[in-house]
């Protein structure tokens, strides 16, 4: 089995539940990135102080000459009334991945080593865990030419926390749980430490410590998952100060734009690395305008506020910025909160909302000079040109004021903006606030309360 997400997501929280709650044998690996022989060595440790029926085979004087060795080993004696457990996580720590002339993967030696022993081991009463962050790594082990390719027996996604998800933990409802949400992301630690206060008081509170989680998932984050060299984190950087576009990117960076992506260009890894996410204007004529973002939730609120002011918070005085960070906060969410709109009416439309028309993705449009921007578009999918625009809509995510008659006359003028749209096209208004009661228009309300039922609670 193989199980990747985000660091810090809870993916060895939810393998260790697993393994206490087994009444069973099992040995649970973390990889460190050492070299292969103090890995081996740290792995032959654990074999033997594991409760594995093989756990006598790794004393003292044994030393395992690569990972087929090693996992047959441990795989020896088990039985079939209780299985034996392997876990291996950090599993890319151990691998030695590279680059060939052409830029193709080089796999490792030590996914290959895994292969070798798949086959005696798949014969065996054995459940073999390979655990990892680094997302593309670990999509990329079981594709097509890849050493361990249709070995798995499951591949497992281990997500944020979803929204509702997220909601229920805390005990918030409504704009307030999303807007916690664009601070937290999901992830569970964070979900469970802002709770009641206030976004002031907590930050108060998380960032009088430079090791609060607030601060540290973060940086681990970025620590861990980046491409090496310093190209990738300057376009993270630029990217996370809120740069959308090309061209802005490469003027905060200094790259030219056709180096940041390039097939090995720093865009391009953080893209394939769902560090960074992309889009083109969604309509009914081609684009080649295409806009970035962070795609994780806390790390674009980690880069856009905690980053800049590591600083401060290193030498003690986190807590003297909270306010300025919860008065910016305003803004930055009504930007922020976009990602998660389109994913939530998306979802609603899919699960068979026809006041949707249908559509099956929602993006957004703009034009190259910025002079047309509109929040919400939807179609049959997420890549321009599309056959017909379903809906056209607009996002007011302010802390004051409903969704007025003036709001709903400015989303109409952007209808007969958008390349497909017209006079049959649906109209969709998001508000933070509700509405006003006196809205003519046919327009389809989403409130925040809507949108949080629109994700899953497992």
């Known amino acids: 089995m193989a199980v990747r997400g985000r660091r810090q997501v ?12 087994y009444d069973g044998p099992s040995l649970f690996f973390e990889a460190h990135g050492y070299t292969e022989t103090r890995e081996l060595e740290r792995f032959r440790e654990k074999l033997s102080a594991s409760t594995l029926p093989s756990a006598a085979l790794a004393g003292g004087g044994v030393a395992f000459s690569d990972w087929e060795a090693a996992l047959l080993a441990a795989a020896s004696n088990a039985s079939r009334e209780t299985p034996s457990v392997i876990v291996i996580d950090e599993f890319p720590e151990l691998c030695e991945r590279g680059k060939n002339d052409d830029g193709t993967i080089k796999f490792s030696p030590q996914e290959g080593s895994v292969r070798a022993a798949w086959r005696t081991l798949e014969r065996l009463p054995v459940v073999v865990i390979l655990v990892g962050s680094d997302l593309s790594m670990m999509e990329s082990i079981a594709v097509y030419g890849a050493p361990l390719y249709q070995r798995p027996t499951r591949e497992m996604l281990v997500p944020p926390l979803s929204p509702l998800e997220a909601a229920r933990l805390s005990g918030r409802s409504g704009a307030e749980a999303i807007d916690a949400y664009l601070v937290t992301g999901g992830f569970p630690r964070l979900v469970g430490s802002f709770r009641d206060d206030s976004l002031e008081d907590f930050l108060v509170a998380v960032l009088s410590d430079a090791d609060s989680d607030l601060v540290r998932i973060g940086r681990r984050m970025v620590e861990g998952d980046l491409p ?13 100060a809120g740069e959308r576009t090309l061209s802005g990117i490469s003027n905060g960076t200094g790259f030219a734009a056709k180096n940041l992506t390039v097939p090995r260009g720093p865009l391009t890894a953080l893209t ?41 918070i290193e030498r003690g005085l986190g807590h003297l910025i909270a306010s300025r960070i919860a008065a910016a906060f305003r803004d930055y969410s009504g930007s922020a909160v976009e990602p998660l709109v389109r994913t939530g009416i998306e979802r609603l439309s899919i699960a068979g909302d026809e006041t949707f028309d249908g559509a099956r993705a929602v993006g957004s449009y703009w034009t190259r000079s910025n002079q047309v921007q509109v929040d919400l ?11 017909r625009v379903a809906f056209v809509g607009s996002i007011k995510w302010r802390e004051a004021g409903a969704f007025t008659a003036s709001d709903a ?21 998001v508000s ?8 003519a228009a046919p327009v389809r309300r989403v409130e925040p309360d809507e949108l949080l039922a629109a994700f899953p609670a497992d």
């Open 10 to 21: 809870g993916k060895s929280r939810l393998v260790s539940e697993f393994v206490e709650r």
């Open 228 to 240: 090496s060299g310093q190209g990738a984190r300057s376009v993270l950087s630029v990217v996370g």
């Open 272 to 312: 394939a690395r769902r560090i960074v996410a992309s889009a083109l204007p969604l309509s009914t004529e081609p684009s080649k305008g295409r806009r970035y973002w962070v795609d994780d939730t806390y790390l674009r609120f980690w880069l856009r506020f905690i980053e800049p002011a590591s600083s401060e």
């Open 377 to 387: 578009v939807g179609a049959e999918r997420d890549t321009p040109p599309v056959d």
């Open 409 to 429: 006359s400015a989303l109409q003028r952007l209808v007969d903006q958008v390349p497909g749209a017209g006079a049959g096209t649906r109209w969709v208004a």
């Open 432 to 439: 933070r606030m509700g509405f006003a009661r006196r809205i």
